[in-house]
């Protein structure tokens, strides 16, 4: 006989878990209890808010393909952790939250901390489900596994109530793993495609989404050399194609770069493979017109619920991109200027002018290109320092981006720090903005527990950059609660453990990162960013200039 925490436990481990992250409560104490027996084995990695434990396993999802394990207490734990499934959701990434709900005897009553997680996740993740019966916990986390791995990957949510983890049972723990193959296009489809883009005078590739294996994006480079079509990713998922290669045109994502937006304004035919086709990528659904886009659009996804949701694709193929990139020939290629121009153009777009700040993060961003180890695992939250990591840096066949699609601050350290628990022999380095750093900073204390420190640079402006930009813009010279007063972040850091240096001139850099690299701590790095230099190619008082003169024009 098992408590229904043992059984749950058993069976993640069952299934290939090895890491969960969460904060404790008191509703979900039986599984806890069975956590304290599998130490090396299925680790609990204790948080200190679940919004932080929520996006480590958004961003373990995102990294490994596996489901990300979270564990939040009721009302107020499941309320901290939203903002991880929003963010799982959005980036298509495999997680399960597992959230102690109140007993089955007092549901329905307003109990303590009661939360009806079916109305507020409803919308927010693919799967929400209670497990009444203690003998049921198999069969529903058998499901909850597989549902966050198939179709397009995210986020499901397993409510406990407290009583039925409590009660025993002899039902079987789940054991072995589950693989989910990618569906196989229809080979007649996959010719027509390939008929269409024969055809093509200007043709595109647009790839999105997690799920990629090295074989599915060796197979879908190898097609695009082969006949010469540019390609490009969509928002934030630059990594899962090898930058170095001449076909790689750049990232579709916020702050459209205009060498992107014309090879999207100017393809006729478009394959967008794994792609979701959403507001970042077509510019506000701009560049392709809705429903039925100007240039052709053959849509390749592996969740039939992807295909036509926004645009009617003149083919539609449900297939993973795998399975799909794999069955590709390549066509004659008849586009090598159109290729080679775009490719100039996203070479050009790493030349920025030097920025007006105490640190430079032109040069900063250079030197990174040639220091990081190709194998680096990068990760951001949200704000204008993001461009830095984003776009000014080169992403070859094995380093990784964590960074999510759905643009929420506070992402860069945790993810950061699940993705040294996975890869602790990696080098992770988070691209913190100073508002960002401060939404989850609380984890420097998560990282030197688990003895998971990456390094942390901080671009601190002292300003909420991004939207003191959209303030200049619209309402010029109206700074309206956007500028920040921190912490001193050195001492912050060193608090926590942290080795850490304030960085006040380009030239400091390259020797600070050296000492940051050879700590064994983990490493914060406070770089000194001027609030003028908000963007590569616009400063603020620029902004405020040009909108002060249409305002008064
Ligand atoms: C959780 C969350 N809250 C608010 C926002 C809105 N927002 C987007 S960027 C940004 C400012 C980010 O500031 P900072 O991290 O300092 O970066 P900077 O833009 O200055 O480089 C804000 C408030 C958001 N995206 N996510
Ligand atoms: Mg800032």
Redesign the pocket.
Known sequence: MRHGGDILVQSLIGLGASKCFGVPGESYLAALDALHDTKGVLDFVLCRNEGGAAFMAAAWGKLTNQPGLCFATRGPGASNAT?GVHTARQDSSPMILFVGQVGTDMKGREAFQEFDFRAIYGTMAKWVIEIDQVDRIPELVSRAWTVALSGRPGPVVVALPEDMLRETSEVLPLSGPVRIADPMPDPEAVADALDTLSGAERPLILFGGTNWTSAGQAALQHFAEASDIPVVAEFRYQDQFDNNSPVFMGEAGVGLVPSVRKLLAEADVILAVNALLGETVTDGYSLLAVPSPQQKLIHVHGASEELGKVYRPTIGIQAGPNAFAKALSPVQSRWADWRAAARRAYEEGFAAPHQPSPVDMVSVSAHLREVLPEDSIVTN??????VWPNKFLKFGQNMRLLAPQ?????YGLPAAIAARIAEPDKRVICF????????TCQELATSVQAGAQPIVLI???????????HQERNFPARVSG?T?VSPDFVALAKAYGFHAERVETTAQFPDALERAFASSSGAVLDLV?A?DA?TPRQTLSQMRAEATARTEG
């Not at 759905?406 to 506070?410: D, E, T």
């Not at 671009?459 to 930009?469: C, E, H, K, P, V």
């Open positions: 903002i939250g949200a704000g204008n320092f993001t759905s643009g929420s601050m506070g913190a903005g100073d508002g960002d750093f401060q939404m671009l601190n402006n002292g300003i909420y950059g991004t939207i003191r930009a956007t920040m960013i609030p908000v």
